[in-house]
């Protein structure tokens, strides 16, 4: 039961976290996140003035730039640009700086599986780091469904060569009352709704929502870490 | 480079570092031939690392594949440097767009690389005019020094790029293994690509290292400084980079322009470079052997899982056309008939569970709680993209295009 997967973790196991702040000097926020092996840096400009061409002037706009290790940008690439695109700016709060762009840039300097996830979880504390207004934080995970049906969170890539399909999920952190010591675990969870899936291959209804289940348990744990580190690491700061 | 818009120093600014340099101080306090602070840092993933010069910040990253030679050429592997300037390193920099600086930092960087034969090319080679191995690296700019009191914008220039970029290339190269591989078969063609985890890869026979020096000249050419930072380099009068390596044999001079430099300066530069070259040497390889002494001590610890997996690992084969599959090749198939018939290798699970009770985990009790999220709340940015099969979609795409190997 233990030692279910070829790294010993157990399904609904993470791999260790960690996140740097700023470790770029110029960029005005930056991250470098690692998840295991697959280790995403991401740097935040902006916001600066004026839009680009067919966006909304009467809102900030965001603009991503995914820069792969290796090689020309491709189609994964750009699909992934968007995804994050879509999804930053539905943390975001776009009313705050009109007509600005914020561009994020994102280099991968490890991939060892949950890319896509990483990357989020990238873009979000370089965006906090960067002093971005934002709703709240976006904590993504991926989700990996084997082919007897089983679910395991925080692929690597020798697993996902072995997948039947996986979702790629993103949840909004989990809230933190500050009234009550004992926060109702489960009323505040079915609070949180989902603000990216992205999913690859064939998976029934059950293996999907047992996916968004496993995932949003995962989520406030990632969600935890990700309050810590950006709270400690906030004095040191100018 | 001096197209774009630089920081323009006042007259009294100017005077000030000039001033200073003829006493041998400079802004940053440094002395006149000292190099900013080197940082080498390894990947966990053989061939790639990380060079801190300063505030500067480059990635290295070194990959290989199995191509077939050029025609003139056909006993001899290929090496090809890519640099762009990445937006991370500054918002003005266009991705996909390599600027005029740019070029010049790949090319300086290409031309002390690989016109000086610092990698033996010929070992690459598999199969004389068939199979070589076709190395690339590429170069990320991720930080080009930052200082806080220089709007953006102004002060977009090389900023000593090419001695960190060539130094992340170095390192990268150093640590590369490229799979093992055997020729064998009936008419002695047919190449085997060894699994890493069955056979270690090798690395790549390196003769010297080649290091880029910078040198900025000031006054009438006979004040200069090596490494210079933006404010010297917008006070100078004139810039060259040497290669070098620790023997002392040059391997490229970079003086594009800029004031004219008394020959017995640059022959003075040659052995100002030369002592910095052999001093980068020491350090680069002492970084590379504690890395490869590190790796190898994982490689120890790792041995069980990777002897489980052993039986199962196919070596990938490439096999003459009969069979014609071509679904999984990411070399590309050569002309004369020659297909590579690649089996992903397929890792057998080998311990299964019966028991799929997912959450009777004890290491996050979290993720017991349980709460199911009603199907309302995923619709909204829900994606379906299923027509490409799971492998494609995991699968990194490393396209190399045939078209830039020859440019080079």
Known sequence: MEESRADGRNPNQLRPFSCTRNPLDRAHGSARWAQGDTIVLAAVYGPKPGTRKGENPEKASIEVVWKPMTGQIGKQEKEYEMTLKRTLQSICLLTVHPNTTTSVILQVVGNDGSLLPCAINACCAALVFAGIPLKHLAVAIGCGVLEDGEVILDTNK????????????????????????????????????????????????????????????????????????????????? | MDHHQRWHPTVNEREFIERALQSDLR??????????????????????????????????????????????????????????????????????????????LGRVVDRGLRESRAVDMESLCVVAGKHVWSVRVDLHILDNGGELNVPDAMVLSLRNLIDAANIAALAALSTFRRPECTVGGEDGQQVTVHDPEVRDPLPLTIHHLPIAVTFAYFGEGNIMVIDPTYKEEAVMGGRMTATINSNGDVCSIQKAGGEGVMSSVIMQCLRIASVKAADITSKIKNEVNSYTSAKALQKVKRLPASALKKDNAPDVAMKESSDGALETQS??????????????????????????????????????????????????????????????????????????????
Not at chain 1, 179 to 195: A, H, M
Not at chain 2, 33 to 40: A, M
Not at chain 2, 57 to 66: D, E, H, I, N
Not at chain 2, 348 to 371: F, G, I, R, Y
Request: proline share 7%; glycine share 6%.
């Open chain 1, 158 to 238: 020798a697993e996902e060569q072995q997948l039947k399909s996986f979702a790629h999920l993103v949840f909004p952190n989990s809230r933190k009352s500050a009234s009550s010591k004992e926060p109702n675990q489960k009323e505040e969870d079915s609070e949180r709704g989902l603000i990216t899936s992205i999913t690859h291959g064939v998976m029934s209804e059950e293996d999907y929502f047992s996916c968004i289940e496993r995932g949003l348990a995962a989520s406030s744990r990632i969600s935890h870490f990700m309050r810590t580190t950006l709270q400690k690491q906030a004095p040191g700061d100018v």
């Open chain 2, 27 to 104: 802004v940053d306090g440094r002395r006149p031939f000292d190099f900013r602070r080197l940082k080498i840092l390894f990947g966990r993933e053989d061939g790639s690392a990380e060079v801190q010069l300063g505030d500067t910040r480059v990635m290295g990253y070194a990959t290989a594949q199995l191509v077939q030679p050029y025609k003139d050429r056909p006993n001899e592997g290929t090496l090809a440097i890519f640099t762009e300037f990445s937006p991370m390193a500054d918002p003005a920099f266009e991705p996909g767009r390599p600027g005029e600086s740019a070029i010049e």
């Open chain 2, 331 to 408: 070399t590309k198939p050569s002309s004369d008939g020659q297909q590579i018939n690649k089996e992903p290798p397929s890792v057998v699970e080998d311990n299964k569970q019966e028991d799929v009770e997912p959450m009777l985990s004890e290491c996050n009790p979290e993720a017991q709680s349980e709460t199911r999220l009603t199907a309302g709340g995923s619709d909204e940015t829900q994606e379906a993209i299923s027509p490409k099969s799971l492998k494609d979609a995991v699968k990194p795409k490393h396209k190399i295009k045939k078209k830039q190997h020859s440019k080079s």
